[in-house]
Structures are given as structure tokens and as C-alpha cells.
């Protein structure tokens, strides 16, 4: 099983310290989310992890390899980091062609990956003329190339339409299902929400959090329920009572998080407390806690 | 199995991405048409420039380099495609896709290298000997003495045309990579090529060796039968630039393996 391992890597721009002392791991068979403000490090620490940048300190190894010492790098790691990063002029296939005699992988490749990425249909035509989404899925097809363990995407779904978006989030998860190690960035938790097994959430270059989807929600942006009733004083002493946190909301309302709407209900029911209003909020995603 | 790829396939690689440019052969295009249009449309002006001239001006006729003189143009044009084969992936950000394909960097430049020398080194030929038979038939339609490859020295010259045309095809992969954009490095060739030797006589006596190896000065010197005075060995002055070219295209190999991308 092919991981990413990330061991205190450091990078300095000048007196700016734009990566510090990450350390964290991506392991096979999931889609591990990298999440982060704009600015907070991510395609940095990509670059590191693929030798395009060289780390101020600290180490970053694929398969207990450093990147440039894979001696077939296509056949370990595809890697996606800029969906313009390809001549504008070159067809796809020639582009593809390109790259998997690079690493010695037999023609017919750049069809299969060209057939999964549902590019086929225009292989012979230039990048330039691709549509943003097209060229996404060029990208795609090149980093299947070599049919690699582990798969690093930075903010694929970038300036996609929604089904664009679905297709890719369907994608990778089947690329996780196949017992790929697959990391993915982005700066919306929305989008990681919908995802990603796995979270690695820095903010100015510094790891914050490093746990699984579901602890990350539950602790961070879990769903809060506005409850509103004629006690709201009496009842929120009931509901701390039973484990929940209590807020005043607008209007003299209850906004409860820890508990569910069904478990408020019931507990309601129960002290005979008259609910006018019970109303499960979703998560604010676009807030979470960076520092 | 996969086994691990060879110089070859870095070498196919860089060859598949350069033949599927239109703009390669747009180029080499352009360079037939400098290559030779200009002795075709130069040799009745050069001739009647021999026809016209003083006692000295005849003496010093030199029809070989008169044919070859497209070398000027032609250096700026197979530069552009020597400059265009690393900066275009910058420009793009296509260098992050081959460096993740091929990290060896060294291997990568080296096979771009490998790639423009081979390239120039047919185009110089194939352009060089046409443009001296094409110069020699106008000046011999014009009735100016003109020359055969049996010659003295004008096999050497053209040969060496073609070779000083390779030669710059480097120098331009060299200030592609250590530039990296293409408008910075195309400006730097310029300013080597033509502007250094415009300013000629400007510069202090110390700077007199270096100008000795400068292309288009000395180290063109080889595209000629009559020896300039300036620079009495031309194959000499040749190698002090190929020497100079190789020392830039090892600075550009170092830096290209340390430089972030
Ligand atoms: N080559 C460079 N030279 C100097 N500073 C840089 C360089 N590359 C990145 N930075 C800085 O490093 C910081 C992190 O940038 P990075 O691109 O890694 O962030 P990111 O998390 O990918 O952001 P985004 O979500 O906007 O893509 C930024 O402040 C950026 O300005
Ligand atoms: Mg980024």
C-alpha cells in the first residue's frame, strides 16, 4: 500500500514561511481531503510533495521514496496540479503521447485513459479549443497514464459547471474504491464535506486539523437547531441537562448544537414543553475555524 | 512490467512534443525562406555592388560569403525555435507536467538539447548548401566571378555556416532555460547576435578577446574564403564560441536542477 508521507516539511520564501512544519499522511484506499484558505500553503506543499519545489526543511516521501528517486514516476504517483498546464497548440493525444513515452508506457495507454476520461471523441483536437472542463479531464487522463497507486489533485473542480463537479467527486471516489491513495485540495469545506474520507486542514502554512470526515464535522460544523418555544429559559435547562449546547438566538430562540432535531422533539415531548419553531440549520461550512 | 525508461524515452518524448507543434515547422519554414530567398533576391545587388566597386572592394569579393550571408537572419530565426522548445513550457506550465513525468531534470534538458542540436544541425546543412548554389548561379548569371565547392576554403565555409547555425540553436536553449520567458530570452539573443556586434569598437581594448569568440563577429568568421584580417583563425575563433555557448548551457543545466519550477 502506497501512502504520501509528509514529515516537517518547511518551506521559505525569503523571511516569509508560507509551508511550517507539516506533517501528516495520505494512506491508500481514500480520499483524503486538503483544506485551507487561498494563500494557506496547499499547492506549496503539492509541489513539494511532487519535487517541483524544493522543501526548506523537513521531507516528504511517496512509497518511503523522495519523488525524484520513482524510477517509473507515472506508474507511482499522476498528479494534477494546474488544468492549463499544457501546450495549447499539442492535441491531446499528441500530449499524452508525449508523456507516456516519457516514462516508457506502451501507446495504447493514452486511448484507455483517453476512453475513461471520456475524451476519445477529441483526441485529435488542439488543448487550446478545450473548454475549461475538457481540460480537466485532460489533465485527469494523463495522471491514469501509468495506472499510479496515488493521485494528487490540487482544487480540480475549480470553475466547474455542477455536473463537471459531479463527475469529478464521483471520479475520485471510485479512484479511493480501486485502493488508491488520493489527495485532493481545496479552499471550500462544502466541497470536502462531499468528498473525502479524511481531512488535513492547515491555515497559514500550519497543520490544524488531521482527522476523519466524520470527527472533523462533528467537532467543527456540526448542525446546529433553532428551537423556539414560550420557556426558553426553563427548556434550556433541560436540553443542557441532557448533554446539548445551549445559545440564545435572535428572538429570544434556542440555537442547540450536539443534539439532532428528532432528539429535541422527543425530549420536548417529554416535559410536555410546547415547540413553536424546530428547525435544523446546516452546517456553516464557509466559516470553519481557521487561525 | 514497466522497467525503469531509458535516455531514449526521454529523448522520444521531447521529439513527440516537438514535431506536434505547427509552430515548429512554421518556423523551420521560415528558415527556408530566409535560408534561401535571401541569396536569391541578394546575388544581383551583390553583384552589381562588385561591378561598381573600387580596385580593393574587388580584391576582397568574396562570392562563398557573399551567398552565406543569410546566416545573419537565419541565426535569429533557429534561435527562436531553440529558445521556444523550454520556454513555451514555462509559459504554459507545461514544465510541471514533464517534470513530474521525467524528475531526472538533467535528463530532460539534455534530451531538449539533444533534440534542437540534432535539428540545427540538419537544418544548417540543409539550408547552408542550397544558399551557396543558388548565390554562385546569380552571380554567375550576373557576370561576377563566383565560386565552386572545390574551392579553397568554401567547403569549409559552407560546412561551417551550418555549423555556426547549430551552434546558436544551443546558445538559444541555454538563454531559454536560464531566462525562462521567451520575450527575455529572444531579446538577449538579439542583443548577442546583432546589437553587441553593431556596437563594435565601442567597447575597451580588454574586451577585444571576447569579441574575437563573439558570434556574428569572430566566431562567424569561419562563413568566409577571404580572411578578415581581425580574426586570422576562423576555426579557432569558432571553437572559442562553441567553448563559451557550452559553458552557458552547463550554468543552465545547474540552475534548471536547482531552480523551483
Ligand atoms: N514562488 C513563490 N515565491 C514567493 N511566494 C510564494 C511563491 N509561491 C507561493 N508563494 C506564497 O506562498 C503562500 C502559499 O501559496 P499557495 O499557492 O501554496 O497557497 P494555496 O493554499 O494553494 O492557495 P490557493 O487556495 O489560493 O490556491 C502564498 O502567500 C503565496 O503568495
Ligand atoms: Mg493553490
Known sequence: ?291 | MITRPAFTDTLHSEWIKFRSLRSTWLTLGGLVVVGLGLPLLSADPAAQGYLTGTIEEQQDWDPTNGSLLMFFIAQLVIGVLGILVVTSEHATGLMQTSLSATPRRHRLLGAKVAVVAAVSLVAGQALAFPAFLIGQAGFAAAGVPHATLADPRALSAVVGCGLYLAVIALLAVALGALIRATAGALATLVGIVLLVPVLDGMFPPWLDGLLDVWPTLGGAAVIATVPDPDYPQPWLHFAGMSAGILALLVVAFVLFERRDV
Open chain 1, 1 to 291: 500500500m502506497t501512502s504520501i508521507d509528509v514529515r516537517g516539511l518547511t518551506k521559505r520564501y525569503g523571511p516569509r514561511t508560507v509551508v511550517d512544519d507539516l506533517t501528516f499522511t495520505v494512506p491508500a484506499g481514500q480520499v483524503t481531503g486538503f483544506l485551507g484558505p487561498n494563500g494557506a500553503g496547499k499547492s506549496t506543499t503539492m509541489r513539494m510533495i511532487m519535487s517541483l519545489a524544493a522543501p526548506s526543511g523537513g521531507s516528504v516521501t511517496i512509497g518511503g521514496r523522495r519523488y525524484r528517486d520513482l524510477p517509473v514516476p507515472l506508474t507511482e504517483v499522476g498528479a494534477l496540479l494546474d488544468a492549463g498546464a499544457v501546450h495549447g497548440a499539442r492535441t491531446a493525444q499528441d500530449h499524452l503521447l508525449a508523456l507516456a513515452a516519457s516514462n516508457g508506457l506502451p501507446r495504447r495507454r493514452v486511448g484507455e485513459v483517453l476512453a475513461r476520461t471520456g475524451m476519445d471523441g477529441v483526441a485529435r483536437r488542439r488543448a487550446g479549443e478545450f473548454s475549461l472542463g475538457m481540460r480537466q479531464r485532460l489533465g485527469i487522463a494523463a495522471t491514469l497514464l501509468g495506472d499510479p497507486r496515488v493521485l494528487i489533485f490540487d482544487e480540480p473542480v475549480n470553475g466547474l459547471d455542477p455536473e463537471g463537479i459531479r463527475w469529478i467527486r464521483d471520479f475520485m471516489r471510485s479512484l479511493a474504491r480501486e485502493g488508491r491513495a488520493v489527495l485532493v485540495s481545496s479552499h471550500l469545506m462544502s466541497e470536502m464535506a462531499q468528498t473525502a474520507d479524511h481531512l488535513v486542514v492547515i491555515g497559514r502554512g500550519r497543520l490544524i486539523a488531521d482527522t476523519t470526515m466524520s470527527e472533523f464535522m462533528r467537532a467543527n460544523g456540526e448542525g446546529t437547531v433553532l428551537v423556539r418555544t414560550d420557556e426558553p429559559d426553563a427548556f434550556a435547562l433541560r436540553l443542557s441537562a441532557a448533554g446539548a449546547t445551549v445559545r440564545e438566538g435572535p428572538e429570544s430562540s434556542l440555537v442547540v448544537s450536539g443534539m439532532t432535531a428528532a432528539q429535541i422533539g422527543k425530549l420536548a415531548a417529554y416535559h410536555d414543553v410546547a415547540l413553536s419553531e424546530l428547525a435544523p440549520r446546516r452546517p456553516r461550512w464557509r466559516t470553519p475555524s481557521w487561525s
